[in-house]
């Protein structure tokens, strides 16, 4: 992905602190990406696409095709807006059915569920 990035670069004639102005990111997002040190976000890859729509996305991604769209093809449109998603939790009520002592499942100790915001809850059964 470095490599790639590094040639979108020279074919759009930019150096890593426009591409990151240009795009909206802090520059050593961009830095991090070129020195191996991280992985593209999704909403940098999102952030570059939206701004540069000539750049063919499965080239990005995959290293398939060419770089650049081809006069003609179809350009993928991201809305301006940003969608807002919400986020439900559980009730903080759950319960567990009675599990006989031969059923694997009743080896479970606890479950964690996850949210995009880094947070979790924790369950443990019969506690």
Known sequence: MKERLKELMTLLSVNAADLADRIGVQRSSVSHILNGRNLPSTQFIEKLLTTYPEIEARWLITGFGNPLRQPGEAVID?????????????????????????????KIEKVLVFYQDRSFIEYSPGK
Do not use: M
Request: aromatic content about 6%.
């Open 78 to 106: 991201f809305p301006p807006e940003k969608v807002k998603v919400e986020k439900s939790r559980p009730k903080e009520t759950v319960t567990f059915p009675e599990t006989p002592v031969n059923n694997p499942v009743s």
